[in-house]
């Protein structure tokens, strides 16, 4: 499924999710099958993908309890059609996919947390020494373990890419106390969930979370004197995160991702043959990268939980 339709005020529509208000106090997440790569969404739907990502969420989330206080109210169909009675009749569309949530106002802040050397933050690292502008010791090479694991803010851009801020400009941004509790509770929750993921076999790269203040009006996130701060958004998926098998794990080179990798060697192939130039609109994508794509989002899904995703209903 590529769009939901349901009889909901609409809130936003992302490149992934399409966010519905319920009330005051709750909206309804809905992750569609849509997939992004390279910052264009593809024309095709993953199919099961959304619920992969809206399972893992609730999955993790109940992992995390009750240590970390977070926006989910339930993701299951019959209980979300309990709630908001306006959604009987929509459960096929719903099935899997959908999370009812506390709303929050949303930091500005996309909270990264590295936990190895890689990406932006190995060119950042291999070009000037840093990582978000801090000196890290020399002599590291691209996908090395970083202990402690580092907090590496980056402003939420509504168009185009986030660019990533120092610890101080995030202080200005919404106030030291507000963005030394967003960094400890990034930090604590990406070491928590790393554990999990490495007792599987999975190594957790980076990720990024998002954190709301439930109890303020819309701009008050920053006013630390009030309301609670809870983590909000989809958590440690393959959307967020970059996941590596731990059995291919070789320091000093890039690493094979779970997800997206057939979807992003089929794009890159597409680009070499100059039969794209990475703009909107993207290449149609064949079958066998569609249905390779789906597997990947299955497979880590299963892994990470232990059970594979009931696909009879999503
Ligand atoms: N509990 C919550 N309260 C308020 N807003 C939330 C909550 N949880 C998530 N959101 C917001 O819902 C949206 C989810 O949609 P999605 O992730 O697809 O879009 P996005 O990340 O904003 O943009 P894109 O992914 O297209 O770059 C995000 O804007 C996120 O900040
Ligand atoms: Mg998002």
């Not at 120092?166 to 930090?187: C, K, P, V, Y």
Request: glycine share 8%.
């Amino acid at each position: 499924m590529a769009a939901s339709a349901l009889p909901l005020a609409p809130f936003r529509r992302g490149k992934v999710r399409d966010v519905y208000k319920v009330d005051e106090s709750r909206l309804l997440l809905v992750a569609t099958d849509r997939v992004s790569a390279f910052d264009v969404v593809m024309a095709e739907a993953i199919p099961h993908k959304g619920a992969v990502l809206t399972q893992l969420t609730a999955w993790w989330l109940r992992q995390l309890e009750p240590a970390i206080e977070h926006h989910m109210l339930t993701a299951d169909v019959s209980e979300i059609v309990r709630e908001v009675p306006a959604l009987r009749g929509q459960e096929h569309e719903l099935a899997g996919r959908a999370m009812l949530c506390r709303r929050s106002v949303v930091f500005p802040i996309e909270c990264v947390v590295r936990g190895y050397l890689s990406g932006s933050a190995w060119k950042e690292y291999r070009e000037r020494g840093t990582l978000a502008g801090e000196p890290l010791p020399p002599g590291l090479r691209e996908s090395d373990r970083l202990n402690p694991p580092i907090f590496s803010p980056a402003t939420k851009a509504d168009e185009g890419h986030d660019q990533n801020i120092t610890i101080a400009e995030m202080s200005s941004a919404i106030g030291a106390r507000s963005a030394n509790e967003l960094a400890d509770r990034s930090r604590q929750i990406y070491e928590a969930g790393r554990a999990i993921a490495a007792a599987r076999g999975i190594i957790i790269a980076d990720t990024k979370f998002e954190f709301g203040r439930v109890g303020v009006r819309e701009g008050e996130a920053g006013n630390a004197a009030a309301g609670t701060v809870i983590l909000v958004d989809e958590v440690l998926t393959p959307d967020s995160s970059r996941f590596w098998p731990a059995d291919k794990y070789r320091p000093g080179y890039p690493q094979p991702s779970f997800d997206k990798q057939p979807l992003r060697d089929y794009l890159e192939s597409e680009k070499l043959a100059g039969r794209w130039d990475g703009n909107y609109p993207p290449p149609r994508l064949p079958r066998h990268v569609i249905d390779a794509t789906t597997s990947r989002y299955l497979d880590i899904y299963h892994r990470l939980t232990g059970a594979p995703l009931n696909t009879q209903i999503a």
